[in-house]
């Protein structure tokens, strides 16, 4: 079996999961200096299965395609420390302020740009935005069939990929024809970690726009090793219409923000006896949170 095409979506995120007190702005706008960015978790779900498909099937190669500031290059070198092959970073001005259908219409004329593409895996939303929007988007604007919350990739053979997906209700395995797009559930097996070998090799991998604004004597490296160059697009490189990218092709508008802060009224200390257990349990039944 000849090895598979695979292209993992990404996205850098602000990590939301440890929000303080500076993380909103006045206007109610996420305050993304304030966050560290980190590779959107579900995307790491999406690239491990990725890279057990290139376990099973030699030959395989795994891009990283990703679309962000010049920044977001740091989750392509995270993903060729992990054993993707290379990645594609998309970046412009042209495509500040993308809502997820606008996103979507980039990330798919940048995989038309590609050319053959086996197999696109993607996490099924990004925790800043929560939409789960993005990766059936691309499926539609591409003309393939996709299959969402996807928890384990369990064969891919003979044209045709087996795949347990979680529902709210159960587990089902269902099988479909390559290509295929698919998107992965959090609950999907945690990506491996960096491997020393690959950390080493992809540590000076850089965009152009990165080695423009480096200070460091590495820059022989780029010529005699190419895979140390990440690929960076605008908009200019990818086939595309104007009025589709950025805020001119975004219809999503916000019209409010409520900033929610959750505050505790009371607290009951508890010790481990069962009596106080006991009356724990009463007091929960008697207002109805369990029963």
């Keep these: 079996m000849k090895g598979f095409k695979i292209v993992v979506l990404a996205k850098q995120v602000p990590d939301t999961r440890n929000v303080g007190k500076d993380a909103m702005k006045a206007d109610g706008t996420v305050n993304r200096a304030a966050l560290p960015a980190i590779f959107n978790p579900e995307d790491l779900n999406a690239l491990e299965q990725a890279l057990r498909i290139k376990d099973m099937v030699p030959g395989t190669i795994i891009t990283v395609l990703t679309m962000g500031p010049g920044r977001a290059a740091e989750i392509i070198r995270e993903g060729l420390f992990r054993g993707a092959d290379d990645g ?23 995989i038309k740009k590609m050319g053959k593409v086996d197999l696109i895996i993607a996490g099924r939303q990004a925790i800043d935005g929560d939409t789960a929007q993005v990766g059936p988007q691309v499926a539609e604007k591409l003309n393939l069939p996709q299959v969402t919350y996807v928890e384990e990739i369990r ?14 209700r159960g587990v089902e395995v269902v099988s479909c024809s390559l290509p295929l797009v698919i998107t992965v559930n959090g609950t999907a097996p945690d990506c491996r970690s960096r491997n020393a070998k690959l950390l080493m090799k992809y540590k000076h991998a850089k965009t152009v726009s990165e080695l423009q604004n480096t200070n460091e004597d590495y820059l022989h490296l780029y010529n005699d090793r190419p ?34 802060v959750l505050q505790a009224k009371e607290a009951k200390v508890l010790t481990a006896g069962d009596e106080d257990l006991e009356e724990l349990m009463k007091e929960l039944i008697a207002n109805h949170t369990i029963g």
């Design 155 to 168: 064969q891919v053979d003979n044209g045709k990929v087996v795949m347990k997906r979680r529902l709210e």
């Design 227 to 260: 895979f140390l160059n990440i690929t960076e697009w605008s908009v200019n490189d990818i086939e595309s219409d104007a009025a589709q990218l950025g805020l001119s092709g975004s219809p999503t508008k916000v019209k409010k923000i409520d900033n929610v």
């Design 88 to 110: 594609i970073l998309l970046t412009d001005r042209a495509f500040a302020g993308s809502d997820t259908l606008a996103t979507s219409y980039a990330l798919a004329q940048a």
